[in-house]
Structure formats: C-alpha cells, structure tokens
C-alpha cells in the first residue's frame, strides 16, 4: 500500500477504536467483543510499529489498560491486578518454568494449578469481618471502578460469610460473565456474553444491573495473608467452602506434557461449554514459591496464560524491506497483500532475520502462509511452494545500511557462531536511521516519557532539522513549532510542559534512556544504585574503569563490552554530558525503613534453593544495599557453598561480621 493509503486506512482504525472507546466508557454499552476490541487496538499498535510516520493522540499506545469511566468513584486496588504473560506452545512453557528455576537457582518440584481463563469482566472483591464492602472492576489494573452495588445483584456473589476460618481482611477475585444460553435472550441488546457482562456491571442504576443473569466464578485473591493455606489449590477449595462458585475443571498438573495435553484436549472440547473460554491459566501451585518469585514490571513471574491456537492465511509478499533499530539491527519485513487473519487485516508479516529468510528460502511474489497469535507480530510460517513462479530469484539481503555503512555479524564467543542478526554498527548518530530510532527511544514511556513528542513528531522534526540529537529536544524553537501545519498555541504549550517536567528524572531512567545496547530498564538500575550519580557514572567512563562495573551483581562481559563499544565513540560522551548539564537527575530512590535498613550485604560461595538476583530483592526489598567488594563499608559477609577464601580472610581481618545463609535469613524472620 502507499503512504496515502496507509494513513487513510489507519485513521480509519481510530476512528473505529475511539468510536468503541465512547461505547465501552461513557455509554456503558459497547458494541463488540473484549476479544474484537483488542484486536482492533493490536492492529493500531502493529501499523504505528511498521509505519513510523503513523501517530494519533487517540492511539491505544498512548495508555496502558482501561481507564476507569468517569461514571464511578475511583479505588485504588491493595495489590494491582496485572495481566499475565502468553504462552501458545510447548516451547513458551518451557521457557516460562526454565525461567522460575533460574530465578530460584534450583530445579525444584513444580506442580501447577490449572483453571480455565474464562472469557469475561475481572472484579475484585473486598471482604472485612465476612462482609463485602467493596467491589472494584479491574480498570487500569491500578486503579478500578466502584461497583459494589451492582456486583451484590449477582447470586454468586455472598454479601454475607460466617464460616469461621474466613480471613477478616480478604480481597477475592474473579470472573463475571453471562453463559451462552442465558446471551440467547439478550442477543438483539448485546453484541456477545461478554459485553453483556460488561454493559450490565456498569449500570448506573444497580435495579438494571439485577434484570441480567449474570454470573461470578471466583478464582484468587489480592490482598489475603494466611499461615494455613499453602497451595492456590487449597485456596480454589477454600473458596468454595466460604460459598463461592469455582470452575468444575479446576485441577492440578506436575509436568509440561501434561499441561500440553490437558491443553490440547480442552481446546477441542472448549466449545461445549457453557461459557466462552480463550485459553488456560498456569499457576505455581504453591503460595511460598509464588511469593519468592514475585512480580516483574508487568505480571507475575509464578503464572501464564496458555493461548488457544493461532490463526492463520495464505497471502502473497509484495515486496520485502529492511527496518533499522535502534541498536542497528537489520529487520526484515514482508508486504503482503492485505489478509484478513481472525477478523485483523493484516498487511505486514515479520521474516525475524537473514537467516529465516534462508532457512525457509522466502522470495519475492511467494504465497506464504502468515500466523498472527494473541500479541504476537504476524510472521510467515511456510512458502507454499506449489504456487511459486517459475522465474523467481533467491532473495538477497542488503549488506549494507541503508545509511550506506557496511553491515556486520557479531561473533558470539560463547556459542562459537555468527548471530542471526546483521547489524549497521553503533556508530553514535551518524546513521540517521538508528540516531531517529534512538531519539524515539529517549522519549519513550519508560525513558523520559515526553507527552506529545511521540515518534511521528520526532520523526517530522528530524526532516525539519530542528532535531538531531537528544538534547536539541531542550532547545527547541517553539515560536518555529507553533507557524507548523497542525501546532496550535495549545499543543505548543502542552509540548513545553511535557518537555520541562521531563528535565526532573531519576538516574536509572537517565540510563536506560541513553539507549546503551544490552542496558535495559533492569541493568540501568544495577548502575544506578551503584554509581549513585551521574557525576560519578561519568567519571567512571573518563578514567576507563568500567571493568569495575563487573563487581555488580547482574552485570557481566555483555555488558561492560557494550557499554566500552558505546563510549568509544566520543560523540556518546559529549551528548552525555550536554544532557547532564540540562537535566535534574536525580538518584534511585531505596525504601529505608526496611528491616535490613542502614545495613551492607555481600555474597561470596553459592546459595541454597536461592539465586543471587533473588536475595539481592530480598536485601533491597527491606531497605538493605549490595555492595561488590570487602571494604570497610560491608557490614555482613555471607557465605554460601564453597566461598571465596580470601573475601573471608579480608572481611576477618576488617571485623566484618559473617553469616552463613540461615543467619541471613533469620534476619528477615
């Protein structure tokens, strides 16, 4: 398609989602599925990421969740409700249980709590003393709606519990829907159960919410502390005991196989239920190891989300280029003749790499059969090779830039073999694809977070030449902004407010936001908290010493080969500290009012049952600090398996107290 058409398609795909957003939101009564909406969002998101020049302020990229409707109080949730991470084969669960004993540094026994992820509206409900006293939809995942009223017309729901082992202080979660039979009479209201879920919880008037035969299955909990119950399966028992409804197809399952299994053989029968249903739900089954492993930024480390089958088409590649990112790698991406994949048209599919393009011999003018899964990129599975034409030639990818620069492949010293991906190497900003890229990367969410600077600005004001490096964002001529088609003084003014709230920011987000390769938000952290400022993060760079970097616990030769490659170019430095000298940066800020406040911690041997990322959370998560080497600083050694002997030989002689890892441990309770 060409650029016209591909802005008039995507302002189409606005107009669409806004039109749903006023439906679902301010009206109450929305018109197509949960499953379509995100569809139609996911398709925005894809366009914006293929075509950079694409950006609306309606754009779902602008927000994370829903946002709770003006037409009901506000609640902050105790614990957030995040979602959960998707698995749709063998693999992707292999990984996800790959992943929780590296975090545990143990290969320990796993059972798994299986519970059908039921296709509805998520509430959460709170219970003090057995009475229900709040009931909240999911909003933002943060902060929900109020709808405790029409969640007491729900029969499912007690308002009321006596049993004597109910917690006094509880929040219960789970799924409001409308089964199938019951939707047959609201069909002419509602366009599916689920929106007949959700139109009725969000009544205003909770007499309209009660005409609706909705119902609750419940299925955790949020905020709920107990020494009794030790598996969620306890839990799902439990519940119902206290006299809630939970699904007749819970069970428990040891292995992957048998998760695989179990999986393959529901999905057949998914469809004789009673309920729609988009996939099954893992969760460790024990609550102990719930609590180590935790939470990353956006869901649970001891739960996933297994997807029911891709869906798939046939369609025929158009024409083949070549995306540059920021850290200079080389995406290929297939035009394809627009197909319509489980109600997305999709005209983009990715090819990941050279090597793909081989492996599969992808050529242009093929018929190749697309996949699209859940949040995952369209990308072509197979050549049908029947309909190739006879004259087709082999696809050869570019081995230069688009910047001109020679291509590379990295050596990976660890495998012994070229990576997958050709790189334009880090050159700094003088190749104008990875500059742009990296200045999107510096405004983005999770670097400086500069509202109303989105990537299709950046990009306008590079061809106008009014940006060429980060800081130029901090110089820039608004009375020049302001005389440009579609900047009014509103939007002017917004900018500059955006951009000089964005001059307060914290250091390990300064980092992350430098786009160093192999530096994301985690790594920034670790040298945040280790240089403690910017000055001293610079002056580590000036006097060469970022081998030192090595005595951080989670930082290693990647890292520290990357950071030297980076600062080798000595343009990197100066934008550095140009920035530096715009910018407030401020240090991470640490909770100390932990129990393992004012106290130092060092590691030495291995741990038991335990890795060094987890107990590195631990110290922090009680207002304790890490440090890398013996000095007069540390206050405890600890000693794991087989120590180093001349860190305890030196923590002696300073009067270091050591600990063995129960000591430690004893500390916490």
């Known amino acids: 398609m060409k650029e016209v058409e591909i802005k008039k398609y995507y302002n189409k795909k606005i107009n669409e989602i806004k039109k749903h957003n006023k439906l679902y939101f301010d009206k109450s009564s929305p018109q197509v599925s949960d499953k379509e909406y995100d569809r139609i969002k996911k398709e925005i998101l894809d366009l914006e990421k293929k075509y950079s020049y694409l950006k609306s302020t309606s754009s779902p990229s602008h927000s994370l969740g829903f946002a709770p409707s003006k037409n009901f109080i506000k609640s902050n949730h105790r614990v957030k409700m995040l979602s959960l991470s998707n698995a749709f084969d063998k693999n992707d669960l292999e990984n996800f249980e790959k992943k929780i004993f590296n975090y545990l540094n143990k290969k320990v026994e796993i059972e798994y709590s299986v519970e059908p992820k039921i296709d509805g509206i998520s509430a959460s409900l709170t219970y003090k003393d057995g009475l229900l006293v709040l009931g909240t939809s999911r909003g933002d995942g943060v902060i929900g709606e109020v709808i405790t009223e029409n969640l007491k017309t729900i029969s499912d729901i007690p308002q009321e519990i006596s049993n004597k082992d109910f917690p006094k202080d509880i929040d219960i979660r789970g799924e409001v829907f409308i089964t199938k039979s019951n939707f047959s009479n609201l069909k002419n209201i509602f366009a599916n159960p689920r929106n007949a879920a959700s139109g009725s919880l969000r009544q205003k008037n909770s007499e309209q919410t009660r005409k609706i035969p909705l119902n609750f299955v419940a299925y955790t909990y949020g905020y709920f502390e107990s020494k009794v119950i030790k598996k969620q399966s306890e839990f799902l028992s439990s519940l119902k005991k206290w006299g809630f409804k939970t699904s007749e197809y819970n069970k428990v399952l040891k292995t992957i196989n048998e998760l695989e299994s179990f999986h393959k053989k529901f999905e057949k029968d998914r469809f004789d239920l009673e309920y729609d249903i988009d996939g099954l739900v893992y969760k460790i089954n024990n609550l102990e190891l719930q609590k180590r492993l935790g939470f990353t930024a956006n869901s649970p480390r001891w739960a996933i989300a297994h997807k029911f089958s891709a869906d798939s088409a046939y369609s025929k590649i158009i024409d083949i280029n070549i995306q540059v990112g920021r850290t200079g790698a080389l995406t290929p991406v297939a035009r394809i003749k627009p197909v319509n994949i489980g109600g997305v048209v999709v005209s983009n599919a990715t090819l990941h790499n050279e090597d793909e393009i081989i492996r599969k011999d992808i050529r242009l003018g093929d018929t190749v059969k697309v996949e699209r899964a859940g949040d995952v990129i369209p990308h072509v599975v197979l050549v049908d090779l029947k309909k190739r034409e006879k004259n087709s030639k082999k696809f050869i990818f570019p081995?230069?830039?688009?910047?001109?620069?020679?291509?590379?492949?990295?050596?990976?010293?660890?495998?012994?073999?070229?990576?997958?991906?050709?790189?334009?190497?880090?050159?700094?900003?003088?190749?104008?694809?990875?500059?742009?890229?990296?200045?999107?990367?510096?405004?983005?969410?999770?670097?400086?977070?500069?509202?109303?600077?989105?990537?299709?600005?950046?990009?306008?004001?590079?061809?106008?030449?009014?940006?060429?490096?980060?800081?130029?964002?901090?110089?820039?001529?608004?009375?020049?902004?302001?005389?440009?088609?579609?900047?009014?003084?509103?939007?002017?003014?917004?900018?500059?407010?955006?951009?000089?709230?964005?001059?307060?920011v914290s250091l390990d987000r300064f980092l992350y936001s430098i786009g160093i390769r192999h530096i994301g938000i985690e790594n920034a952290k670790l040298l945040a908290e280790y240089t403690k400022s910017i000055k001293n993060f610079l002056n580590f760079i000036k006097n060469k010493k970022l081998n030192d970097f090595l005595n951080i616990d989670g930082i290693g030769e990647t890292q520290i080969n990357s950071l030297k490659k980076f600062f080798e170019n000595k343009s990197n430095y100066k934008i550095i500290e140009n920035l530096s000298s715009l910018l407030n940066i401020s240090d991470l800020k640490i909770n100390k009012n932990g129990k393992l406040s004012n106290n130092t911690f060092m590691f030495t041997g291995k741990l038991t049952n335990m890795s060094r990322a987890e107990a590195k959370s631990l110290i922090e998560k009680n207002s304790g600090s890490v440090v890398s080497s013996v000095n007069k600083k540390l206050k405890y050694l600890i000693i794991g398996e087989k120590p180093t002997n001349r860190k305890v030989e030196q923590a002696k002689g300073l009067g270091i107290k050591i600990l063995s890892q129960k000591e430690w441990l004893s500390l916490l309770d």
Do not use: M
């Not at 990875?434 to 200045?439: D, G, H």
């Open 399 to 504: 081995k230069k830039c688009p910047c001109g620069f020679e291509t590379i492949k990295e050596y990976n010293k660890t495998t012994k073999k070229y990576d997958a991906v050709r790189r334009c190497p880090d050159r700094g900003f003088d190749c104008e694809k990875i500059a742009v890229e990296k200045i999107k990367h510096f405004i983005s969410k999770e670097a400086l977070n500069i509202d109303g600077l989105g990537k299709k600005v950046v990009e306008k004001f590079w061809d106008l030449k009014l940006i060429r490096f980060p800081q130029d964002i901090f110089n820039l001529d608004y009375e020049q902004i302001s005389n440009l088609e579609g900047w009014g003084d509103l939007s002017v003014s917004n900018l500059k407010y955006s951009i000089d709230k964005s001059k307060n």
